[in-house]
Protein backbone atom coordinates (compact mmCIF):
# COMPACT_ATOMS: atom_id res chain seq x y z
CA UNK A 1 0.00 0.00 0.00
CA UNK A 2 1.19 3.47 -0.49
CA UNK A 3 1.61 6.21 1.93
CA UNK A 4 -1.71 6.91 4.01
CA UNK A 5 -4.26 8.70 1.97
CA UNK A 6 -7.72 10.90 3.16
CA UNK A 7 -9.61 7.63 2.52
CA UNK A 8 -7.34 5.28 3.85
CA UNK A 9 -9.26 2.88 5.94
CA UNK A 10 -12.94 4.03 4.40
CA UNK A 11 -15.52 1.76 2.84
CA UNK A 12 -16.54 2.25 -0.45
CA UNK A 13 -19.79 0.54 -2.48
CA UNK A 14 -18.92 -0.86 -5.65
CA UNK A 15 -22.17 -0.26 -7.90
CA UNK A 16 -22.08 -3.15 -9.74
CA UNK A 17 -24.47 -6.63 -10.48
CA UNK A 18 -21.43 -7.96 -13.12
CA UNK A 19 -18.43 -8.79 -10.95
CA UNK A 20 -16.30 -5.12 -11.45
CA UNK A 21 -15.02 -5.55 -7.78
CA UNK A 22 -12.63 -7.93 -9.37
CA UNK A 23 -10.39 -5.42 -10.80
CA UNK A 24 -11.75 -2.08 -9.05
CA UNK A 25 -11.50 -3.30 -5.36
CA UNK A 26 -7.84 -4.22 -5.46
CA UNK A 27 -6.43 -1.03 -6.74
CA UNK A 28 -8.67 1.29 -4.34
CA UNK A 29 -6.70 -0.89 -1.59
CA UNK A 30 -3.24 -0.81 -2.79
CA UNK A 31 -2.71 3.04 -3.72
CA UNK A 32 -5.91 4.64 -1.28
CA UNK A 33 -5.97 2.17 1.68
CA UNK A 34 -9.90 1.81 0.83
CA UNK A 35 -12.20 -0.87 1.79
CA UNK A 36 -14.82 -1.52 -0.68
CA UNK A 37 -17.68 -4.23 -1.31
CA UNK A 38 -19.78 -5.00 -4.34
CA UNK A 39 -23.77 -3.81 -4.07
CA UNK A 40 -25.00 -7.18 -3.90
CA UNK A 41 -28.66 -7.21 -4.80
CA UNK A 42 -28.96 -4.10 -5.95
CA UNK A 43 -30.43 -4.07 -10.07
CA UNK A 44 -27.99 -1.88 -12.35
CA UNK A 45 -30.12 -2.77 -15.22
CA UNK A 46 -32.99 -0.43 -14.36
CA UNK A 47 -30.38 1.90 -16.03
CA UNK A 48 -30.23 0.11 -19.38
CA UNK A 49 -28.56 -3.48 -20.92
CA UNK A 50 -26.65 -3.96 -23.81
CA UNK A 51 -29.37 -5.88 -25.07
CA UNK A 52 -31.61 -3.37 -25.84
CA UNK A 53 -34.71 -4.51 -23.27
CA UNK A 54 -34.29 -1.59 -21.34
CA UNK A 55 -33.56 1.48 -22.93
CA UNK A 56 -30.92 4.00 -21.68
CA UNK A 57 -32.62 7.00 -21.03
CA UNK A 58 -29.67 9.40 -20.72
CA UNK A 59 -25.75 9.92 -21.83
CA UNK A 60 -23.31 7.48 -20.21
CA UNK A 61 -22.28 10.51 -17.26
CA UNK A 62 -25.81 11.20 -16.45
CA UNK A 63 -26.94 7.45 -15.99
CA UNK A 64 -23.29 6.70 -13.98
CA UNK A 65 -24.23 9.47 -11.75
CA UNK A 66 -27.55 8.59 -11.17
CA UNK A 67 -26.71 4.69 -10.86
CA UNK A 68 -23.86 5.54 -7.82
CA UNK A 69 -26.43 8.03 -6.25
CA UNK A 70 -29.25 5.53 -6.55
CA UNK A 71 -27.21 2.61 -5.15
CA UNK A 72 -25.76 4.72 -1.79
CA UNK A 73 -29.54 5.94 -0.87
CA UNK A 74 -30.29 2.25 -1.37
CA UNK A 75 -27.55 0.88 0.87
CA UNK A 76 -27.43 3.95 3.15
CA UNK A 77 -23.52 4.15 1.87
CA UNK A 78 -21.54 7.96 2.02
CA UNK A 79 -19.28 7.05 -0.54
CA UNK A 80 -19.00 4.85 -4.02
CA UNK A 81 -17.76 4.10 -7.46
CA UNK A 82 -19.80 3.05 -10.36
CA UNK A 83 -19.12 2.90 -14.30
CA UNK A 84 -21.01 2.79 -17.33
CA UNK A 85 -20.20 1.66 -20.79
CA UNK A 86 -20.61 3.26 -23.73
CA UNK A 87 -20.22 1.64 -27.46
CA UNK A 88 -20.89 2.71 -30.64
CA UNK A 89 -18.53 4.99 -33.38
CA UNK A 90 -15.17 5.86 -32.49
CA UNK A 91 -15.89 9.78 -32.17
CA UNK A 92 -13.07 10.87 -34.79
CA UNK A 93 -13.20 7.58 -36.57
CA UNK A 94 -16.86 6.76 -37.64
CA UNK A 95 -16.12 4.01 -39.24
CA UNK A 96 -13.74 2.15 -35.85
CA UNK A 97 -15.79 0.85 -33.27
CA UNK A 98 -15.13 2.18 -29.83
CA UNK A 99 -16.00 1.66 -26.32
CA UNK A 100 -15.98 4.93 -23.56
CA UNK A 101 -15.99 3.82 -19.89
CA UNK A 102 -16.88 6.38 -17.80
CA UNK A 103 -16.35 6.08 -13.60
CA UNK A 104 -17.61 8.54 -10.99
CA UNK A 105 -16.23 8.46 -7.59
CA UNK A 106 -18.59 10.40 -4.92
CA UNK A 107 -18.20 11.47 -1.43
CA UNK A 108 -21.41 12.65 -0.14
CA UNK A 109 -20.35 14.29 3.76
CA UNK A 110 -17.69 15.97 1.74
CA UNK A 111 -19.74 16.81 -1.35
CA UNK A 112 -16.75 15.60 -3.90
CA UNK A 113 -17.47 13.89 -7.25
CA UNK A 114 -15.22 12.52 -9.36
CA UNK A 115 -15.25 11.51 -12.94
CA UNK A 116 -12.76 9.80 -15.54
CA UNK A 117 -13.53 8.06 -19.12
CA UNK A 118 -11.17 6.31 -21.19
CA UNK A 119 -11.65 5.26 -24.75
CA UNK A 120 -10.77 2.04 -25.79
CA UNK A 121 -10.98 0.16 -29.67
CA UNK A 122 -9.87 -2.78 -28.28
CA UNK A 123 -12.55 -4.21 -26.15
CA UNK A 124 -14.35 -7.18 -28.12
CA UNK A 125 -17.89 -6.35 -29.85
CA UNK A 126 -19.06 -7.71 -32.79
CA UNK A 127 -22.73 -9.22 -34.49
CA UNK A 128 -22.37 -11.37 -37.37
CA UNK A 129 -24.64 -13.43 -39.16
CA UNK A 130 -24.13 -17.16 -40.18
CA UNK A 131 -25.71 -19.45 -42.38
CA UNK A 132 -24.34 -22.75 -41.79
CA UNK A 133 -23.53 -24.29 -37.99
CA UNK A 134 -19.39 -24.80 -39.17
CA UNK A 135 -19.40 -20.95 -40.03
CA UNK A 136 -20.78 -20.29 -37.02
CA UNK A 137 -19.06 -22.61 -34.63
CA UNK A 138 -15.60 -21.60 -36.11
CA UNK A 139 -16.34 -17.94 -35.33
CA UNK A 140 -17.18 -19.10 -31.47
CA UNK A 141 -13.51 -20.08 -31.38
CA UNK A 142 -11.94 -17.00 -32.78
CA UNK A 143 -13.74 -15.24 -30.56
CA UNK A 144 -12.35 -17.42 -27.17
CA UNK A 145 -15.91 -18.44 -26.13
CA UNK A 146 -16.80 -19.43 -23.70
CA UNK A 147 -14.41 -16.62 -22.08
CA UNK A 148 -16.27 -14.43 -24.38
CA UNK A 149 -19.51 -14.80 -23.73
CA UNK A 150 -22.20 -14.42 -26.22
CA UNK A 151 -26.05 -13.86 -26.94
CA UNK A 152 -27.10 -16.52 -30.17
CA UNK A 153 -30.15 -15.09 -31.68
CA UNK A 154 -32.95 -15.57 -34.57
CA UNK A 155 -33.54 -12.44 -35.26
CA UNK A 156 -30.75 -9.35 -35.86
CA UNK A 157 -32.51 -7.40 -32.88
CA UNK A 158 -30.97 -9.10 -29.76
CA UNK A 159 -33.27 -9.02 -27.27
CA UNK A 160 -36.39 -10.61 -29.01
CA UNK A 161 -35.32 -14.34 -29.48
CA UNK A 162 -31.63 -14.48 -27.30
CA UNK A 163 -30.27 -17.46 -26.29
CA UNK A 164 -27.33 -17.50 -23.59
CA UNK A 165 -25.17 -20.19 -23.87
CA UNK A 166 -23.01 -21.58 -20.97
CA UNK A 167 -20.75 -23.75 -23.02
CA UNK A 168 -19.59 -25.02 -26.32
CA UNK A 169 -22.09 -28.20 -26.68
CA UNK A 170 -25.17 -26.04 -25.45
CA UNK A 171 -24.03 -23.40 -28.13
CA UNK A 172 -23.51 -25.61 -30.91
CA UNK A 173 -27.36 -27.20 -30.22
CA UNK A 174 -28.48 -23.82 -30.04
CA UNK A 175 -26.90 -22.17 -33.51
CA UNK A 176 -28.16 -25.50 -35.85
CA UNK A 177 -31.22 -25.80 -34.47
CA UNK A 178 -31.88 -21.85 -35.26
CA UNK A 179 -29.94 -22.60 -38.98
CA UNK A 180 -32.78 -25.60 -39.32
CA UNK A 181 -35.70 -23.63 -37.82
CA UNK A 182 -34.55 -20.34 -39.85
CA UNK A 183 -31.95 -20.93 -42.34
CA UNK A 184 -29.68 -17.83 -40.29
CA UNK A 185 -28.49 -17.19 -36.65
CA UNK A 186 -26.82 -14.40 -35.30
CA UNK A 187 -24.08 -14.19 -32.78
CA UNK A 188 -23.79 -10.67 -30.50
CA UNK A 189 -20.73 -10.37 -28.20
CA UNK A 190 -22.02 -9.82 -24.69
CA UNK A 191 -20.74 -6.39 -23.19
CA UNK A 192 -21.28 -7.15 -19.83
CA UNK A 193 -18.41 -6.77 -17.76
CA UNK A 194 -18.45 -10.10 -16.42
CA UNK A 195 -18.15 -11.68 -19.75
CA UNK A 196 -16.15 -9.51 -21.44
CA UNK A 197 -12.82 -9.73 -20.34
CA UNK A 198 -11.30 -6.85 -22.50
CA UNK A 199 -13.72 -4.42 -20.96
CA UNK A 200 -12.93 -5.48 -17.76
CA UNK A 201 -9.37 -4.77 -18.79
CA UNK A 202 -10.60 -1.34 -19.61
CA UNK A 203 -12.65 -0.82 -16.23
CA UNK A 204 -9.36 -1.69 -14.59
CA UNK A 205 -7.66 0.91 -16.81
CA UNK A 206 -10.00 4.00 -16.16
CA UNK A 207 -10.14 2.99 -12.09
CA UNK A 208 -6.20 3.90 -12.55
CA UNK A 209 -7.07 7.07 -14.15
CA UNK A 210 -9.48 7.98 -11.48
CA UNK A 211 -7.45 7.16 -8.54
CA UNK A 212 -4.87 9.06 -9.76
CA UNK A 213 -7.43 12.43 -9.69
CA UNK A 214 -7.87 11.28 -6.15
CA UNK A 215 -4.37 11.30 -5.38
CA UNK A 216 -3.83 14.86 -7.29
CA UNK A 217 -5.11 18.22 -5.57
CA UNK A 218 -6.05 21.19 -6.93
CA UNK A 219 -2.73 23.71 -6.89
CA UNK A 220 -5.15 26.80 -5.93
CA UNK A 221 -8.14 25.19 -3.90
CA UNK A 222 -6.21 21.68 -3.04
CA UNK A 223 -9.53 19.92 -3.65
CA UNK A 224 -9.34 16.41 -5.01
CA UNK A 225 -9.61 14.79 -8.26
CA UNK A 226 -7.96 17.87 -10.35
CA UNK A 227 -6.88 16.32 -13.80
CA UNK A 228 -7.29 16.69 -17.87
CA UNK A 229 -10.66 17.90 -18.60
CA UNK A 230 -9.94 19.22 -22.11
CA UNK A 231 -7.26 19.53 -24.45
CA UNK A 232 -5.40 22.55 -26.80
CA UNK A 233 -6.13 21.49 -30.51
CA UNK A 234 -4.13 24.31 -33.31
CA UNK A 235 -1.08 22.19 -33.63
CA UNK A 236 0.50 24.04 -36.22
CA UNK A 237 1.23 22.36 -39.40
CA UNK A 238 5.27 21.63 -40.03
CA UNK A 239 4.80 23.05 -43.89
CA UNK A 240 2.84 25.88 -43.95
CA UNK A 241 2.55 26.65 -40.15
CA UNK A 242 -1.47 26.99 -40.51
CA UNK A 243 -3.07 25.83 -37.34
CA UNK A 244 -4.58 22.11 -37.45
CA UNK A 245 -7.07 20.18 -35.26
CA UNK A 246 -3.59 18.28 -33.83
CA UNK A 247 -3.31 18.92 -29.96
CA UNK A 248 -1.06 20.91 -28.61
CA UNK A 249 -1.02 20.49 -24.64
CA UNK A 250 -3.83 19.04 -22.04
CA UNK A 251 -6.03 20.99 -20.13
CA UNK A 252 -6.83 20.36 -16.28
CA UNK A 253 -9.65 22.31 -14.69
CA UNK A 254 -10.87 22.04 -10.95
CA UNK A 255 -14.35 21.21 -10.93
CA UNK A 256 -14.58 23.27 -7.46
CA UNK A 257 -13.37 26.40 -8.09
CA UNK A 258 -12.62 26.51 -11.73
CA UNK A 259 -8.53 26.66 -12.02
CA UNK A 260 -7.34 26.18 -15.28
CA UNK A 261 -4.02 25.03 -16.23
CA UNK A 262 -2.11 24.16 -19.53
CA UNK A 263 -0.15 21.04 -18.84
CA UNK A 264 1.74 17.80 -20.63
CA UNK A 265 2.87 20.18 -23.68
CA UNK A 266 6.72 18.13 -24.11
CA UNK A 267 4.08 14.85 -24.68
CA UNK A 268 2.52 15.94 -27.79
CA UNK A 269 4.37 17.03 -31.07
CA UNK A 270 5.24 20.79 -31.90
CA UNK A 271 4.20 20.44 -35.53
CA UNK A 272 1.26 18.89 -37.56
CA UNK A 273 2.29 16.46 -40.23
CA UNK A 274 0.92 18.27 -43.80
CA UNK A 275 -1.49 15.16 -44.33
CA UNK A 276 -3.61 16.53 -41.41
CA UNK A 277 -3.56 20.18 -42.71
CA UNK A 278 -6.67 21.75 -44.35
CA UNK A 279 -4.16 24.00 -46.77
CA UNK A 280 -1.66 21.63 -47.63
CA UNK A 281 -4.23 18.90 -47.99
CA UNK A 282 -7.87 20.25 -48.20
Same mark, same amino acid.
Given at each position: ? +?? *? &???S????????? +??????????????????????IG???????TFS?????????KE????????A??Q??????I %??? $??? $?? &????????? +??????F??????? =??? =? *???S???VQ???????????????SS?? /??Q??? /?????????R?A???N??? =? %??????????? *???????S???? +????????????V?E??I????????????????????????????? &??????????? !??? %???G &? *? =??????? !???????? !???????
Open positions: M +HA *R &HRYDKSALIVTK +HGKEQVIQPLLKWYLGMDAVPSFDTDQFGGDIARTQGPTVRKKCLSLEYSKTIG %ATE $GSF $GA &HPSSPFLAA +HEEWMVMDLENKI =EVY =E *RKLTTTFAKSFTTPTQAIDFLVD /FPQRV /FIHAEEQLYTVYPDLP =E %AIEVIKSLIAQ *REKCWITDLRA +HANPSRMKVIEGTKLNRLLTTCPSCSTLGYGREEVKRGLPCAQC &HFPTSGIQADI !YVC %AQC &H *R =EEKNESD !YPKSQNPM !YCLICNP
